[in-house]
């Protein structure tokens, strides 16, 4: 069983919605990061936490501990958004760990 | 500032030959990380240098695979020889320091084929 699982793998939107992709994982973490991979392979950072959740424009990550949970939101979703996210906790040594990705398209 | 630099972008060589991979990390980060992203698959770590040190290669393939850092700025990953399994990206990223809480900063890697 992989350390950490993503769903959907693959999400198709219209313009506007709201998406929501989960992310589990199995080990302890410190942390946990949500990242965005345009075609091409560039990676940036989203979000980086630990508890609660945060909010970034139109983006939304939330995070339970005890469950072994994270979620990434978009909220009126947008063709530009198109990408794959990518879960990555640390584990308590403070290796980063990669999901699969979800590959999200949002269609105008 | 300037991102982290890749080059080159794209590699086709045929199995059993060789290549190396360039990395330019944002200037003043000490780590450096190398990742193996396969297709349809999540990045995998290969190797991280803290400065010219290398603190984990534990998943680095090292019959074939080898790294260096020498001066604790630019980076070069280099396959030989180089099997059909090695189709992926490879992607290099930079921190500040070393704490896995540090934001990675990611190149726009380099994606190699072998036929």
């Known amino acids: 069983k992989n350390e950490v699982e993503q769903s959907p793998q693959n999400l198709t939107a219209q313009e506007g919605e709201f998406i929501t992709i989960n992310c589990s994982y199995s080990?302890?973490?410190?942390?946990l990061h949500w990242l965005q991979q345009h075609p091409g392979g560039g990676i940036v950072s989203l979000f980086m936490?630990?508890?609660g959740k945060k909010k970034h424009g139109r983006l939304i990550a939330t995070i339970n501990i005890q469950e072994k949970h994270s979620s990434l939101h978009i909220t009126a979703s947008h063709p530009r958004d198109s990408a794959v996210y990518i879960c990555?906790?640390?584990?308590?040594?403070?290796?980063?760990?990669f999901g699969a990705g979800t590959r999200l398209t949002v269609k105008p | 500032e300037a991102g982290v630099a890749q080059s080159p972008r794209y590699k086709i060589i045929e199995k059993r030959q060789s290549v190396a991979f360039w990395c330019n990390p944002i200037?003043?980060?000490?780590?450096l990380y190398w990742y193996q992203q396969i297709l349809g698959q999540g990045p995998k770590l290969l190797i991280q240098f803290q400065n010219n040190g290398v603190v984990d290669d534990s998943q680095l393939p090292k019959d074939r695979f080898s790294a260096e850092r020498l001066k604790g700025v630019d980076s070069t990953l280099k396959i030989q020889p180089a099997k059909l399994e090695d189709s992926a990206v490879y992607l290099c990223?930079?921190?500040?320091?070393?704490?896995?809480?540090?934001?990675?900063?990611f190149g726009p890697g380099t994606r190699l084929t072998v036929l």
């Open positions: 200037s003043g980060h000490a780590t």
């Open positions: 936490l630990s508890s």
């Open positions: 990555a906790p640390l584990n308590n040594n403070n290796d980063m760990r």
């Open positions: 080990v302890g973490i410190s942390a």
């Open positions: 990223a930079s921190s500040l320091g070393l704490r896995g809480t540090d934001t990675q900063y």
